[in-house]
Nanobody, 123 residues
Framework: VQLQASGGGLVQAGGSLRLSCAAS????????MGWFRQAPGKEREFVAA????????TYADSVKGRFTISRDNMKNTVYLQMNSLKPEDTAVYYC?????????????????WGQGTLVTVSS
């Protein structure tokens, strides 16, 4: 199984980025997908998740209203649209896949992880 995250970069505060995570080696439509992030010196934290059937989403309070998670089961890809970015959003962003569950925020439930993509928001 491979999860390949991309789309990170440097952006000014107030700007937008869209992250993508392409999955291979698994039946993508059968997995809930999540995004997590880890800032320097901090623990990894949940950002957003989407259920296997695209029928539900959940977000961390810190990103609610600014970030949108979506998925394209035909392309085996999950996206994270990030708007109104803030310097505190700076982190390495990881995508992850959880089998047989709905939206979940606990990292322990996720079976597979991508390598991460760096997002830097300048003030």
């Amino acid at each position: 199984v491979q999860l390949q995250a991309s789309g990170g970069g440097l952006v000014q505060a107030g700007g937008s980025l869209r992250l993508s995570c392409a999955a291979s080696g698994l039946t993508f439509s059968g997995y809930a997908m999540g995004w997590f992030r880890q800032a320097p010196g901090k623990e990894r934290e949940f950002v957003a998740a989407i259920s296997w059937g695209d029928s539900g989403t959940t977000y961390a309070d810190s990103v609610k209203g600014r970030f949108t998670i979506s998925r394209d089961n035909m392309k085996n890809t999950v996206y994270l649209q990030m708007n109104s970015l803030k310097p505190e959003d700076t982190a390495v962003y990881y995508c992850a896949a959880a089998a047989g569950v709905a939206t979940i925020s606990a990292a322990a439930w996720y079976d597979y992880w991508g390598q991460g993509t760096l997002v830097t928001v300048s003030s």
